[in-house]
């Protein structure tokens, strides 16, 4: 992969998560800052990874050859346009985390002839086993879109996107998608919990089956994922009478629902921030 010089603007959850798959990769942690106001946040990073950190943005842009935009939407208009005030982007990719800012918008903070690529991360990066989408628009180099590709191939599996509106199909199926099935974990950890069990027995239980059954359907990458739960169910047996109940409430359908709730949330968003 090539070696460029790597600035965070942000240093939360997702920033923590690439820069730690980053650097147990072998990325030197010296081509790597992170910029953030709270010292606690960026000193925290800096200490456990061993990068450099700096609470001014633009000071911490200024000689980077990537800068990575992972700070929330809602303040990404305003960090681009204090960033734009005194940086030269000519030169720079331009790396954006965040959900709901279109690059038109990029475009319209830091100017028409920005290298950007949009990146959708999520927090399995952390332990190396993030997925990303990711979508460039047609000028950016394939140089360029190489390093895009690398740098979060170092934290995981990537998939690309034609149109800029696949990223909402990658937040709604893959961004926002841990948080669903902590979800379903922590509903189970506490039924079991309810049935005898103590927390770390039922913790244990859940994650492990959880993990299992995602390590099994990695080793059977050819048997859908209805065969997989098919070879649990026997016939009038316990698993089917639990998915009985699943069906019965439709949970499908509420699955669909809240996907769709992703992606209608990420386009209002777009018109927002
Ligand atoms: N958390 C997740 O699972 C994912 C988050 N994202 C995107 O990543 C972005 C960051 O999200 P999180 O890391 O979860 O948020 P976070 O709240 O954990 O981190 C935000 C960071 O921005 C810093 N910050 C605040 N104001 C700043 C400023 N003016 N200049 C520089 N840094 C500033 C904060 O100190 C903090 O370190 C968001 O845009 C989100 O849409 C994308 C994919 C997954
Ligand atoms: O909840 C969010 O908006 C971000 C984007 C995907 C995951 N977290």
């Not at 070879?231 to 769709?260: C, P």
Request: hydrophobic share 50%.
């Amino acid at each position: 992969m090539q070696q460029r010089k790597i600035t965070f603007i942000g240093a939360g959850n997702m920033a923590q998560a690439i820069v730690a798959g980053l650097v147990s990769s072998g990325y030197p942690a010296s081509l790597i800052t992170v910029c953030a106001p709270s010292e606690h946040h960026r000193a925290a990073l800096a200490a456990r990874y061993g990068v450099n950190h700096h609470g001014d943005n633009a000071a911490g842009a200024h000689d980077a050859d990537v800068i990575v935009l992972a700070v929330k939407p809602q303040l990404m208009a305003e960090v681009c346009r204090q960033l734009a005030a005194t940086v030269d982007f000519s030169g720079k990719l331009v790396l954006s985390i965040a959900a709901g800012v279109n690059v038109s918008r990029f475009y319209a903070l830091l100017g028409e002839n920005l290298a950007i690529v949009r990146i959708m991360p999520n927090t399995p990066s952390l332990v190396g086993k993030g997925l990303s989408g990711l979508f460039a628009p047609s000028g950016v180099s394939e140089s360029d879109r190489a390093f895009s590709a690398d740098l979060m191939c170092a934290v995981g599996k990537i998939c690309w996107v034609e149109d800029e509106s696949g990223i909402n199909g990658v937040i709604a199926a893959a961004g926002s998608a841990p948080a669903y099935f902590f979800l379903f974990m922590d509903a189970m950890q506490q039924q079991a919990v309810s049935m005898g069990f103590d927390e770390p027995t039922a913790r244990m239980m859940v994650l492990q089956a959880a993990s299992g059954a995602a390590a099994l359907a990695e080793a059977n990458p050819d048997q859908p994922f209805s065969v997989l739960r098919q070879n649990v169910t026997s016939k009038g047996g316990t698993t089917a009478a639990a998915l009985q109940v699943f069906e019965q409430q439709q949970l499908n359908h509420t699955i669909a629902e809240a996907m769709q709730a992703a992606v209608a949330r990420a386009e209002e968003m777009e018109k927002s921030f």
